[in-house]
């Protein structure tokens, strides 16, 4: 059983650089390819940054793509979403998720691949 739970989201200003984390405990933590999505308001779940379990692999959606970047600490189980030049079309509930991968460079990022899930953590891009 693997446990995430996302910290870092709140009330950010347009233009605005806040970093949210992944925190990933339980059973082989650390062999997982983790993944970030998010549900803006009215829209469908959608893919925006996965990294592989050794860290050194990353794939980025078209809407983030250039503006946020996804890193991995090994030795804490952590995954950080850095997201720089918000603007309010980013506002969503982020949620990190965690998928077993075919080798230590493997990155998934679909969705019907993750096997676990966090619950989530609310960005408000808003003056």
């Known amino acids: 059983q693997l446990q995430l739970v996302e910290s870092g989201g709140g009330l950010v200003q347009p233009g605005g650089s806040p970093r949210l984390s992944c925190a990933v405990s339980?059973?082989?933590?650390?062999?997982?390819?983790i993944a970030w999505f998010r549900r803006a308001p009215g829209k469908e779940r959608e893919e925006v940054a996965c990294i592989s379990s050794a860290g050194g692999s990353a794939f980025y959606g078209d809407d983030v793509r250039g503006r946020f970047a996804i890193s991995k600490d090994n030795g804490e189980n952590t995954v950080y979403l850095q997201m720089n030049n918000l603007e309010p079309e980013d506002t969503a509930v982020y949620y990190c998720?965690?998928?077993?991968?075919?080798?230590?460079?493997?990155?998934?990022?679909?969705?019907?691949?993750?096997?676990?899930w966090g619950k989530g953590t609310q960005v408000t891009v808003s003056l």
């Open positions: 339980g059973s082989n933590a650390g062999s997982y390819s």
């Open positions: 998720a965690a998928a077993v991968p075919l080798a230590v460079t493997h990155v998934v990022c679909l969705q019907e691949r993750m096997e676990y």
